[in-house]
T-cell receptor, first 115, second 114 residues
Framework: GAVVSQHPSRVICKSGTSVKIECRSLDFQATTMFWYRQFPKQSLMLMATSNEGSKATYEQGVEKDKFLINHASLTLSTLTVTSAHPEDSSFYIC???????????FGSGTRLTVV | GENVEQHPSTLSVQEGDSAVIKCTYSDSASNYFPWYKQELGKRPQLIIDIRSNVGEKKDQRIAVTLNKTAKHFSLHITETQPEDSAVYFCAASSGGSTLGRLYFGRGTQLTVWP
């Protein structure tokens, strides 16, 4: 079946630094990648949608200059949290869509802690 | 855009009993309705899904029903087991072979007591 590999699974960074999260589709072409953020005991909140080779579409309230998304190939999408602050601490998870019949394939998630 | 409402937010049942979680959606264009189970710190796991051309789908102890006219769909878990304890999310999306964005419900914390 379709697999999306997400790295790192956990990261702790200092306030003001940047963190990059990668999602790779291992055995299919991810034409669309969705990036979500999930705070404790809450639902998944869509941050942005990216299509390969195009600029990402951000949801209202999500700062595009803070959360940089790159989807340069059909198998790799990255989310960079720039100048991270403690309030950015959350569970970030990607989801790929692209292979007919497979629906959505979620990455394993990244637990970001900003200290 | 789409709005997905999910109830209840918490549900406790005795092992062996049935559990039902209900969701409503607002956009008649939505045509794909997945249900996810999420354990703490892990990715959502698809447990069952249904498309708008089907009214009911069953997979062993899990079933989903869809009422397009009323715009609601439900998850039914029979003979619950302690390992069914998790957060369950319903979702809705539209699209053809390539799906659009998912709209999630707020989630239901299911606890199954032994």
């Amino acid at each position: 079946g379709a697999v999306v590999s997400q790295h790192p699974s956990r990261v702790i960074c200092k306030s003001g630094t940047s963190v990059k999260i990668e999602c790779r589709s291992l055995d299919f072409q991810a034409t669309t990648m969705f990036w979500y953020r999930q705070f404790p005991k809450q639902s998944l909140m869509l941050m942005a949608t990216s299509n390969e080779g195009s600029k990402a579409t951000y949801e209202q309230g999500v700062e595009k200059d803070k959360f940089l998304i790159n989807h340069a190939s059909l198998t790799l999408s990255t989310l960079t949290v720039t100048s991270a602050h403690p309030e950015d601490s959350s569970f970030y998870i990607c989801s790929a869509s692209g292979q007919e019949g497979y629906g959505y394939t979620f990455g394993s998630g990244t637990r970001l802690t900003v200290v | 855009g789409e709005n997905v409402e999910q109830h209840p937010s918490t549900l406790s049942v005795q092992e062996g009993d049935s559990a039902v979680i209900k969701c409503t959606y607002s956009d008649s264009a939505s045509n794909y309705f997945p249900w996810y189970k999420q354990e703490l710190g892990k990715r959502p796991q698809l447990i069952i899904d249904i498309r708008s051309n089907v009214g009911e789908k069953k997979d062993q102890r899990i079933a989903v029903t869809l009422n397009k006219t009323a715009k609601h769909f439900s998850l039914h878990i029979t003979e619950t087991q302690p390992e069914d304890s998790a957060v369950y999310f319903c979702a809705a999306s539209s699209g053809g072979s390539t799906l659009g964005r998912l709209y999630f419900g707020r989630g239901t914390q299911l606890t199954v007591w032994p």
